[in-house]
């Protein structure tokens, strides 16, 4: 058995079969993987007894549920009207500087990918990112330039 | 601002934490009698839609069903909300005493906690809060059991029947109603879907009695609701005030002093324009005279350096993005606005375009399946009406 098959296997058992526990395995998968892989939608298909159509068709209707590859810490800086009057467009350029990275895209060492995301909920402290499941508000561009810096250490 | 400060008011914050007691209270009452008191008290949804929470409740009460559910709708997700997330970091026992009232009335032996993703980081702290609730509820002999399930990432999951259909391990797609979730919601069971804000205020209303709550806000409009204030303004931040202010009294006491729009209800909502602060005022449609608008509590403020063409083309990027792609209206409306007004801008279009878009949010309103669909029209409508200039040149 591959690792995958393993996560999915555990994931399977911890949740159940039924269709209603779908989100919670992929999310599962997610949190370990940070994406979705064909191969791993295929599994929860077979071990859930769901078509891979339907799970393919499922995850990729939610934005949190990547099946592009993903590196290990997703950045996902808010776009949204009030993140966007207060600047987000610099702490963007500033996470393309510290990333050598540009949006969409993921570093070569596989540690970051750099995304956009709508409203987070931190308009009164905008601009706002997550990085996985870790906000940060207030953001200016030195305070971006630190928060990479220590990423890049853990 | 100074002189003309609206009251601020401390409920749903307020530092009470006597679950135990006001849960034997509810437990001791009849169900028809806490009914009354949540009808009495006049609390509507505090999502934005504004349905009557004690008539929700009774429905689903009397409603045949195998098993019933409870579920706290915490997906938060339009443009300029962020009260939920607050509510669930400093009182989640009073949202939590709140689906346990609603277990008992309707017969529910089960609550969710529909949490969206972006809040995943609320999780630890909120499941202890659940772990605790549960001790008290074991005591009290009460096997209502809560469970936090996570969204994955879509706007449309906050409208209640695409929200159940994620639960369920779909999609996010709304589904056609009727059947409402009274009567027919997660897994075909009765079911009732509250905002995080509602079930907090019930805390109130059981604690303090119907009286206290009603004793807020005006005619239809009853009790203080949470305003989640951001973008031009001096002091962004989450408020506690009355229903019905007018919206010249908020933008003195919010506003910079150079307010020229305030976008009430988030991208779905309304865009009131500075000439008609005065004669708007916020609250469910009802009685109050002028316009009156809803709100789930988002409240962004623009002021003159602001290009309202950019503000609009940003909601329907969002939009554009958050349609669940089911319904043509929805789909290719969204699409089409923004390719129009930007078009329009520039210049590839005659101004007179406007309008053509203008009647496409009409038929938007008319045919989309769901909220989403339906309410493109406002923001764009009362925008393009209001700032045409801006949308041209």
Known sequence: MTDIQELVGGLVKKFGHKRENLLPVLQGIIEKERSLSDFAMVEVAKQMGISAADVYGTATFYSFMDTEPRGRYVIRVCKTITCFMKGKNQILLALEDSLKVKLGETTPDRRFTLLETNCLGWCHKAPAMLINDEIFTELTIEKVHEIIGEYKNK | ?393
């Open chain 2, 1 to 393: 601002m100074g002189k003309n400060m609206l009251k601020r008011i401390d409920l749903i914050f307020k530092n009470e934490h006597d679950c135990d007691i006001i849960l034997e209270k509810i437990f001791k009452r009849t169900n028809e009698e806490l009914i009354n008191d949540l009808i009495g008290s006049g609390l509507k949804g505090r999502g934005g839609a504004g349905f009557p929470t004690g008539l929700k409740w009774k429905l689903t009460s009397e409603a045949k069903g195998e098993a019933k559910y409870v579920i706290c709708n915490a997906d938060e997700g339009e443009p300029g909300t962020f009260k939920d997330r607050e509510i669930l970091t400093q009182v989640p026992h009073k949202v939590l005493t709140g689906m346990a009232a609603c277990g008992r009335i309707i017969g529910a032996k089960k609550g969710f906690i529909y949490l969206r993703a972006e809040y995943n980081y609320l999780k630890p702290s909120l499941q202890k809060e659940i772990d605790t609730f549960h001790e008290t509820l074991k005591k009290l002999k009460s096997d209502f059991r809560i469970e936090i399930f996570s969204g994955s990432g879509a706007y449309i999951c906050g409208e209640e029947s695409a929200l159940m259909e994620s639960m369920e391990g779909h999609r996010g797609e709304p589904r056609n109603k009727p059947p409402f979730p009274t009567d027919a919601g997660y897994l075909g069971q009765p079911t009732v879907v509250n905002n995080v804000e509602t079930l907090a205020h019930c805390w109130t209303i059981f604690k303090h009695g119907p009286k206290k709550f009603r004793d807020l806000g005006v005619q239809d409009s009853r009790g203080s609701k949470l305003f989640s204030i951001s973008g031009d303004t001096p002091t962004p931040g989450i408020y506690e005030l009355e229903l019905g202010m007018s919206l010249q009294d908020f933008v003195d006491d919010f506003g910079d002093g150079d307010s020229k729009a305030v976008q009430v209800g988030g991208a779905a909502g309304f865009c009131v324009p500075r000439k008609k602060f005065r004669e708007t005022a916020i609250g469910y449609q009802g009685k109050l005279t002028g316009i009156s608008l809803p709100t789930g509590g988002s409240m962004m403020i623009f002021n003159s350096s602001r290009s309202m063409y950019n503000v609009l083309k940003n909601y329907l990027e969002f939009f554009e993005e958050e349609s669940c792609g089911q319904c043509t209206p929805c789909r290719v409306g969204c699409q089409q606005l923004l390719r129009g007004i930007e078009a329009v801008k520039r210049g590839d279009k005659p101004h007179y375009y406007l309008t053509k878009l203008l009647r496409l949010t009409e038929t938007m309103k008319m045919t989309a399946k769901c909220g989403l669909g339906q309410s493109v029209a406002n923001s764009f409508s009362s925008i393009v009406e209001n700032f045409r200039e801006e949308m041209i040149y």
